[in-house]
C-alpha cells in the first residue's frame, strides 16, 4: 500500500514539474529552439550550412569586406569561434579572405559566386523551413514574435 502511495505522489509531482515548467518562457524558448533546429537541419540537409555558418555567410553576403571582428560581434560569438566557421565556409568556396588596406592584420571576408548562391538557396530552404513550422501562427502572430524576440536581444543582450 505504501509503495502505490509513493508512486501516485511521485506521479503527481511529476505533473506539477510539468506544469511549472510549461509557465516558464526559457523552457518554452528551449523546446522550440530544438524544434527549430531540427528542422533547420532537415532542410538544409546533412551537408547543407549549420544554422551558425549559415548566419555568418548571410552577413558576408550582405555586407561585403566586413571583418572578422565585426562579423563575430554582430553573431555574438567569441572571435576565436568564428574561426572555424570562417575556415568551413573558406574550405567551401563559399567566401575568400581579404586584406583591409592600411591594417594587414585585419582580414575582410568576401562571398565568393558559389557563396552568393548558396546563400539564396539557403534562404529559400530556410524561408519554406520557417513556413513550415511556424504554419500555426498568423502573420500578425509571427511579427509579434520576431518583434518580442528582437526586444528581447536588444534589452537584455545587449544589441543595439
Do not use: W
Not at 13 to 34: H, Q, S, T
Not at 88 to 99: A, F, M, N, T
Not at 149 to 156: G, H, Q, V, W, Y
Amino acid at each position: 500500500m505504501a509503495r502505490s502511495v509513493t508512486s501516485l505522489r511521485a506521479a503527481e509531482e511529476a505533473e506539477c514539474a510539468d506544469l511549472a515548467l510549461e509557465e516558464l518562457i526559457g523552457y518554452n524558448l528551449k523546446r522550440a529552439y530544438v524544434i527549430f533546429h531540427t528542422d533547420f537541419r532537415e532542410a538544409l540537409g546533412d551537408d547543407g550550412l549549420s544554422q551558425r555558418a549559415f548566419s555568418a555567410l548571410s552577413l558576408v553576403v550582405q555586407i561585403p569586406n566586413i571583418t572578422q571582428s565585426a562579423l563575430a560581434r554582430r553573431l555574438g560569438i567569441e572571435r576565436s569561434g568564428l574561426v572555424a566557421i570562417v575556415d568551413d565556409l573558406e574550405r567551401r568556396g563559399l567566401l575568400q579572405r581579404g586584406r583591409v588596406p592600411g591594417d594587414r592584420r585585419v582580414q575582410a571576408l568576401l562571398a565568393t559566386d558559389a557563396g552568393r548562391r548558396a546563400f539564396a538557396e539557403a534562404v529559400a530552404a530556410v524561408r519554406t523551413h520557417e513556413e513550415k513550422v511556424l504554419a500555426g501562427l498568423s502573420m500578425a502572430e509571427r511579427a509579434q514574435l520576431l518583434s518580442l524576440l528582437r526586444k528581447i536581444r536588444t534589452t537584455a543582450g545587449g544589441e543595439s
